[in-house]
């Protein structure tokens, strides 16, 4: 995450910063996302900056970062209402990583740190007057060293409520870096468990393919067993309907054989028949004869 704070040089029409090397860096008023914020007033939150039509890409040159998402919200003058000043947050996109994009809690929390900013930078601007005025007092007074105490109580007592404002603001900003330390392990957590699912579907496809690949197999080996057995069964059936033709062709070569033995054997009676007929017509004429 960095932060960049920039100050409104309205006399030059430019926003000022500092580079990562302390260097001041000068960006045109009018331009860049940042720009849309002066002019606007408002909040801004930008995600994917670098696709934005407004992205400002002369800041890579001179600050070591590449952000992945921005917020911009400008601060102004207590008293006048003018923006004097832009705090930008930007996730910072590291090589072959993408950047998280910013909350609703996120930009509430920056409208909460712009608002103390403002609260210090009235509380510095009063100690600028408080400053002329005691100075304007020291010249009028000259030696009177006792309104010079109670105007230097009175700075010491607005320096004392201007640390406690720093301190406050150091104390939101400690607290805005522990919110992103609590949602950076969320994330990671999130991401650790989404993993884990990953895995255990990973862990399930592959069970089911497995499951299904036994069934398949099992599927393939019954029917390998129905055809061995309905092969083997075809070849009973045939080899019984062999056997049932043998035997009957052997009772019809019986019955045949049968058949020409009794024709024959009729023949033979039939033949002895007729020499008894011959003979006894022959016996019957003889005794006619006689």
């Known amino acids: 995450t960095t932060v960049l704070f920039f100050w ?9 910063t500092s580079g990562d090397d302390g260097t001041s860096v000068s960006v045109p008023l009018a331009d860049g996302i940042e720009g849309l914020c002066h002019r606007h007033k408002e909040l801004l939150s930008v995600s994917r900056a670098p696709e934005h039509p407004l992205y400002n890409k002369d800041l890579e040159g001179v600050l070591s970062w590449l952000p992945e998402s921005l917020l911009c919200t400008p601060i102004e003058n207590p008293v006048s209402g003018e923006v004097i000043a832009l705090l930008e947050v930007s996730n910072d996109r ?35 007057e408080l400053k002329l005025l005691v100075e304007k007092q020291r010249q009028a007074c000259g030696r009177d060293r006792s309104a010079l105490k109670d105007l230097e109580s009175a700075n010491r007592t607005l320096r004392d409520e201007c640390n406690e404002a720093i301190e406050t603001l150091l104390t939101e900003r400690r607290r ?12 990671e957590a999130l991401r650790t468990e989404v993993n884990h699912l990953e895995k255990h579907c990973e862990r399930e496809k592959q069970g089911c393919e497995a499951a299904e690949m036994s069934a398949e197999e099992d599927r393939s080996r019954a029917v390998a067993l129905v055809q061995k057995a309905l092969s083997s069964m075809t070849r009973q059936r045939a080899d019984q309907h062999e056997s049932f033709e043998a035997e009957k062709r052997s009772y019809e070569e019986a019955a045949h054989a049968a058949q020409r033995a009794l024709q024959g054997e009729v023949a033979a009676l039939e033949s002895q028949l007729q020499q008894r007929m011959r003979a006894s017509a022959m016996e019957r004429s003889a005794f006619e004869e006689a």
Not at 8 to 16: P, R
Not at 96 to 112: N, Q, S, V, Y
Not at 176 to 187: G, K, P, T, V, Y
């Open 8 to 16: 409104v040089d309205e006399a030059q029409g430019a926003l000022i």
């Open 94 to 128: 590291k090589p072959g990583e993408e950047g998280t994009a910013f909350t609703a809690h996120d930009e509430k929390l920056l409208r909460h740190f712009a608002k103390v900013i403002e609260v210090a930078i009235d509380i510095v601007l009063d100690v600028e």
């Open 176 to 187: 805005f870096e522990s919110i992103r330390e609590d949602l950076s392990s969320a994330n």
